[in-house]
């Protein structure tokens, strides 16, 4: 009887794993590659007037940031896409963080994204917005909003969905503006 009991629990622990595994799996599967823009098609920042100010009440314009390779990441800590996302982009910071400035921006309560951010253990600063950004942002997806800017000011990668943050297509821009 006992036996029967154990191998029932590690079936059901298998189970549970199993799932776990595959829900996280599938919600990384529905996130998009992020897209280069062509040359041609690419937009040039002429304006980094840009207030901002962090979690930890410091404030500062994005016109510091000029000349430097910027990415900026909107996010929600209440959407699920969004977070498997971020888990993508922490990734990417971490590998990129001393050589390309991460602007990560949120309207959500700040001791909840400070909770967040403890829970999955992300170090990547994160902004609120005190004026509007130097881009054009669509409201309905501003959660998914993510753009590279290149030393020149070009936008080179502008998302309003969802993308893999970890993948070798991100790596080699990135790389490739940080040389």
Same mark, same amino acid.
């Given at each position: 009887?006992?036996?029967?009991?154990?191998?029932? /629990?590690?079936?059901?622990?298998?189970?549970? +794993?199993?799932?776990? #595994? %595959? !829900?996280?799996?599938?919600? $990384?599967?529905?996130?998009?590659?992020?897209?280069?823009?062509?040359?041609?098609?690419?937009?040039?920042?002429?304006?980094?007037?840009?207030?901002?100010?962090?979690?930890?009440?410091?404030?500062?314009? /994005?016109?510091?940031?000029?000349?430097?390779? +910027?990415?900026?990441? #909107? %996010? !929600?800590?209440?959407?699920? $896409?969004?977070?498997?996302?971020?888990?993508?982009?922490?990734?990417?910071?971490?590998?990129?963080?001393?050589?390309?400035?991460?602007?990560?921006?949120?309207?959500?309560?700040?001791?909840?994204?400070?909770?967040?951010?403890?829970?999955?253990?992300?170090?990547?600063?994160?902004?609120? !917005?005190?004026?509007?950004?130097?881009?054009?942002?669509?409201?309905?997806?501003?959660?998914?909003?993510?753009?590279?800017?290149?030393?020149?000011?070009?936008?080179?990668?502008?998302?309003?969905?969802?993308?893999?943050?970890?993948?070798?297509?991100?790596?080699?821009?990135?790389?490739?503006?940080?040389?």
């Amino acid at each position: 009887m006992k036996n029967k009991i154990l191998i029932l /629990l590690g079936l059901c622990s298998l189970l549970i +794993i199993t799932f776990l #595994y %595959f !829900s996280k799996t599938s919600k $990384l599967s529905l996130l998009n590659e992020p897209q280069l823009i062509s040359f041609e098609e690419q937009q040039v920042l002429k304006d980094y007037n840009w207030k901002l100010i962090g979690l930890t009440g410091k404030s500062f314009n /994005l016109l510091v940031k000029t000349n430097n390779v +910027i990415v900026v990441k #909107y %996010f !929600s800590i209440s959407d699920e $896409l969004c977070n498997a996302e971020m888990e993508t982009f922490n990734t990417i910071y971490e590998e990129f963080k001393t050589k390309i400035d991460f602007i990560v921006v949120t309207n959500e309560d700040q001791l909840k994204v400070k909770q967040y951010l403890e829970k999955e253990g992300y170090l990547f600063p994160v902004f609120y !917005s005190l004026s509007e950004p130097p881009f054009k942002i669509e409201p309905q997806n501003n959660i998914y909003k993510s753009i590279v800017v290149s030393r020149k000011g070009r936008i080179i990668v502008d998302n309003s969905e969802a993308v893999n943050w970890d993948c070798d297509e991100i790596r080699e821009i990135l790389d490739g503006l940080t040389k």
